[in-house]
């Protein structure tokens, strides 16, 4: 019997539960989900698509997430600032994608903003990878109540004040916190999960962008 939070594949592994053997949803969970991340264009898209998210469910975002690349430009930041107004209109149009005026709005404007901290940081990735909590503000063990009693932290709160200060939107506090863990800021495989020890193993060997 698996502790709670974790679930045993057809592959007599154990790993985090939420995937529930999807295979899409599993190739997510093993291959991407946790692993650090220092391209520019994938952490656009990364923080871009969970401010999609919000109110409906991850997989929804995931399956339709080539639809959401072909549709903005491959989450080229610097070719989604020059988007237009009729660019919105075609976007709500596009039935592969979600069709929320404010999110697609939001996404453009992000695009901008993105530019901007390029300008002041040199790449997103050093912005972003400057915010990672330190050890002592980690749990010492990470079980699947752990997971579920942090839906933010102080990093994903000083992350998202630190965005909106500089006019990004659709990046609250939940928002930013599933972005850091989608992008490998943290490890939150549950002690248990078959990918914990892989994703802290890739963690390590990170290269953090100076």
């Known amino acids: 019997m698996t502790a709670p939070g974790l679930v045993e594949g057809d592959d007599g592994k154990t790993r985090c539960a939420w995937h529930g053997n999807l295979p899409?949803?599993?190739?997510?969970h093993d291959g991407e989900w946790g692993r650090p991340v220092a391209d520019?264009?994938?952490?656009?898209?990364?923080?871009?698509?969970?401010?999609?998210?919000?109110?409906l469910s991850w997989?929804?975002?995931?399956?339709?997430?080539?639809?959401?690349?072909?549709?903005?430009?491959g989450f080229d930041f610097d070719k989604v600032a020059a988007f237009t107004g009729a660019d919105v209109e075609r976007l709500l149009g596009d039935a592969g994608?979600?069709?929320?005026?404010?999110?697609?709005?939001?996404?453009?404007?992000?695009?901008r903003r993105a530019q901007e901290l390029v300008a002041e940081a040199g790449s997103l990735a050093a912005w972003f990878?400057?915010?990672?909590?330190?050890?002592?503000?980690r749990p010492k063990s990470f079980d699947w109540a752990t997971l579920r009693a942090?839906?933010?932290?102080?990093?994903?709160?000083?992350?998202s004040k630190e965005l909106k200060k500089r006019g990004w939107t659709f990046v609250g506090?939940?928002?930013?916190?599933?972005?850091?863990?989608?992008?490998?800021?943290?490890?939150?495989h549950v002690e248990g999960c078959v990918c914990r020890a892989q994703v802290e193993k890739a963690r390590m060997a990170f290269r953090r962008p100076a």
């Not at 997989?59 to 430009?73: D, P, S």
């Open 150 to 159: 942090m839906p933010t932290t102080p990093a994903s709160t000083r992350i």
């Open 24 to 28: 899409d949803y599993l190739a997510y």
């Open 129 to 137: 990878w400057r915010f990672e909590p330190s050890p002592d503000e």
């Open 59 to 73: 997989l929804t975002i995931l399956r339709k997430r080539e639809n959401f690349r072909a549709a903005f430009a």
């Open 97 to 111: 994608i979600v069709r929320h005026r404010g999110k697609i709005v939001s996404t453009i404007n992000n695009a």
């Open 173 to 188: 506090p939940t928002t930013v916190y599933a972005f850091m863990q989608a992008m490998g800021m943290v490890n939150d």
């Open 40 to 55: 520019d264009i994938r952490l656009f898209e990364k923080i871009c698509l969970e401010g999609f998210q919000s109110g």
